[in-house]
């Protein structure tokens, strides 16, 4: 299994445009979960979804942030219009197994608008 | 509510001294708590779970619910000790942890 992946590793965008984020979760498990790290606030947890439905989006912080989960082995995470305050890491993980062991996490999109 | 405090968000400490990281949490429910590093610049890796009483680089931790503490600890640390240490928790059925705001930790030559 390769994991979580994340695409791109890095994106530089202009304030306004749209940016999306994808993720490939770990086949065969349910949940999957996006975080956003900055060093002010640390991991916040944004949006998770099981069975591709979205359970929790509160941590969402605008509506300028949508997440979608199409199938089971893909996410996007899309930022409309963008702004300088959204450059962060972006993190998308899955749990480890179907114990509660924790998370794997992909290596995240450093994302910066300028 | 779940909630985590880490209440340094830098520590520096020199090659061969002693480390602890603290984390406290609050949770009505049965809790499950979790350690993660993240060194410059890469993913976040799990590096202890309460619940396997492992030790991990030499890392420990013990889940103190009286204090409702997970403190992480080294007896002597080293350079390439040095990351990001987050403190996660979690309890539910749907896997969503809660992460602290991390500790940054220096260890100098």
């Known amino acids: 299994d390769a994991g979580v992946i994340q695409s791109p590793r890095h994106e530089v965008t202009e304030m306004g445009q749209e940016v999306t984020l994808r993720c490939k979760p770990i086949?065969?498990?349910?949940?999957l979960f996006w975080y956003r790290q900055t060093m002010m606030r640390g991991l916040e947890l944004l949006i998770y979804?099981?069975?591709?439905?979205?359970?929790?989006d509160s941590g969402m912080p605008e509506d300028r942030f949508s997440a979608k989960m199409p199938n089971a082995s893909f996410s996007t995470l899309k930022i409309q219009p963008s702004e300088p305050r959204d450059s962060a890491v972006y993190f998308c993980?899955?749990?480890?197994?179907?114990?509660?062991?924790?998370?794997?996490f992909g290596s995240g999109t450093r994302l910066t608008v300028v | 509510a779940q909630r985590v405090t880490q209440p340094e968000k830098l520590l520096s400490v020199f090659k061969g001294a002693p480390v602890e990281l603290k984390c406290n949490y609050s949770y009505s429910g049965s809790p499950e708590l979790f350690w993660y590093v993240q060194y410059s610049r890469q993913r976040l890796q799990l590096l202890l779970r309460h619940i396997s009483r492992e030790s991990i680089k030499g890392f420990t931790a013990d889940l103190n619910k009286g204090e409702t503490s997970f403190h992480l600890k080294k007896p002597f640390a080293q350079e390439e000790d040095s990351a990001m240490y987050y403190c996660a928790l979690g309890g539910g059925s749907n896997y969503k942890l809660t992460f602290g705001k991390g500790t940054l930790l220096t260890v100098n030559p």
């Open positions: 993980a899955s749990p480890r197994n179907r114990d509660s062991d924790g998370y794997t």
């Open positions: 086949s065969g498990h349910d949940y």
């Open positions: 979804f099981n069975n591709n439905v979205p359970i929790d």
